[in-house]
């Protein structure tokens, strides 16, 4: 199954990642409630799936694998269709059965369902916390699970450690029949995209975006109102997405977090982030607030 670019998503919450696109195909559920038996394996390289190919397009392993013998015990992490699925990351190195074939999460046009896609988003978020909760942040010492949750004890301290969700504002800019665009020095070469940012201490998420505008690109803006959110899970983030308008100030690239930014029509945009993206959700929803 392809998802395409052409691939329409009404709201934020239809976004890729978030639950709703996989909630019809998988239920998450707690580690300590697998139920035992056969199953699905999410298989997770890098930032990439392990699929196999099956009649109706890819889908996920099942059975034995010579992977399966990893020092990392596999995670039950929920029902995908109706079957047990568990977790296992497989290290960059690994040598692939050739019947394993590598999905990236960020492909432009992925090859695998938006369910899929999206609940393996969910895989990676799981393993950046399991990765980095082996140990507590209080002590240093081991830790180990609650019994039914996804946070964990610390032996020593007694110390109780949740997922830690990140989040981060992106916002789209508008001035008069403009919106701002903004790239990145790693991104490839010609795409754009909006300006977003971590949320700093005692901020709320408009006091991050309107900080985050000034320091990146000179730019004061106003009247920012929230759009909408998405699960970002690269590696735990969640993208809270804005609206504002244009307060004063000329494009000056002032922390040397970007390449370029620029103010761009509708119709002279350049290469913009895929429509899985809440960037693009974002601006291809700029015609509703530009003024002539």
């Given at each position: 199954m392809k998802m395409s670019l052409g691939e329409n998503f009404p709201t934020p919450v239809d976004l890729p990642f978030n639950r709703a696109s996989f909630e019809r195909d998988f239920q998450l559920d707690l580690p300590d409630r697998d139920p035992g038996g056969p199953g699905v394996w999410l298989l997770l390289c890098g930032q990439s799936l392990l699929v196999v190919e099956g009649e109706d397009g890819f889908c996920l392993?099942?059975?034995?694998?010579?992977?399966?013998?990893?020092?990392?015990?596999?995670?039950?992490?929920?029902?995908?269709?109706?079957?047990?699925?568990?977790?296992?990351?497989?290290?960059?190195?690994?040598?692939?059965?050739?019947?394993?074939?590598?999905?990236?999460?960020?492909?432009?046009?992925?090859?695998?369902?938006?369910?899929?896609?999206?609940?393996?988003?969910?895989?990676?978020?799981?393993?950046?916390?399991?990765?980095n909760s082996r140990r507590c942040g209080t002590c240093g010492e081991k830790m180990v699970r609650l019994p039914g949750e996804w946070?964990?004890?610390?032996?020593?301290?007694?110390?109780?450690?949740?997922?830690?969700?990140h989040p981060c504002v992106i916002g789209l800019v508008v001035k008069g029949d403009e919106i701002l665009l903004a790239r990145k020095p790693e991104w490839a070469d010609g795409r754009y995209s909006l300006v977003a940012g971590f949320v700093e201490f005692g901020e709320c998420l408009e006091e991050a975006m309107k900080r985050e505008v000034l320091e990146e690109t000179g730019i004061a803006i106003t009247n920012i109102r929230?759009?909408?959110?998405?699960?970002?899970?690269?590696?735990?983030q969640l993208m809270c997405g804005f609206v504002a308008d244009y307060a004063g100030g000329e494009i000056e690239l002032r922390d040397n977090e970007l390449a370029d930014a620029m103010w761009c029509s509708l119709d002279r945009l350049p290469t913009l982030p895929p429509k899985r993206s809440i960037a693009r959700h974002l601006i291809d929803r700029a015609g509703e607030f530009l003024t002539a």
């Open positions: 392993p099942e059975g034995e694998s010579r992977l399966l013998t990893s020092s990392v015990p596999p995670l039950y992490i929920g029902q995908w269709q109706g079957r047990p699925c568990r977790l296992l990351p497989v290290p960059d190195s690994a040598d692939l059965p050739p019947q394993l074939y590598p999905q990236p999460l960020r492909a432009i046009e992925p090859k695998i369902s938006v369910a899929m896609l999206s609940m393996a988003g969910v895989g990676q978020m799981i393993l950046h916390w399991e990765q946070g964990k004890e610390c032996l020593t301290c007694k110390t109780h450690h949740f997922p830690r969700i929230y759009l909408g959110s998405q699960s970002w899970p690269f590696p735990s």
